[in-house]
């Protein structure tokens, strides 16, 4: 899937959560624009991304959260513990797992996707 900017990417990667059972899913290479949460057929969708995409659209990284998910964060405090980088190209959910007879938290799933070819740093190769 490339990008997930219309209604037909966002419904498959939603689709794909819940064939696969999934608990949360992580995305990179949205082409979103800006932060975004909302609740699409009981799965929630948290993004991050600029404010404005340019050419085709790059950067934006996601998190589907399952009902499950979002009952774990809701137990973490809601959306308030969202953490998102200033640049978009990443994001944090806190959520509280139960296990067993006590809940244990963790800041999992984290997302961050690579900084733009342009700035990554290049090694030479041995002569």
């Given at each position: 899937?490339l ?28 082409w ?96």
């Amino acid at each position: 899937m490339l990008g997930i900017k219309t209604d037909t990417g966002l419904d498959e990667l939603i689709g794909y959560s819940q064939v696969r059972n999934a608990f949360t899913v992580c995305g990179q290479e949205t082409w979103r624009c800006g932060n975004e949460e909302f609740v699409r057929d009981g799965y929630t969708f948290v993004g991050s991304a600029p404010a404005q995409q340019h050419g085709r659209g790059s950067m934006g990284v996601c998190i589907v959260l399952s009902p499950r998910a979002e009952a774990a964060r809701q137990r973490a405090g809601g959306s308030k513990p969202v953490a998102r980088s200033p640049d978009g190209r990443s994001i944090a959910v806190r959520l509280v797992v139960r296990g067993g007879s006590r809940g244990k938290q963790f800041s999992r799933p984290r997302l961050r996707t690579p900084p733009p070819r342009s700035t990554r740093t290049t090694r030479a190769s041995p002569s």
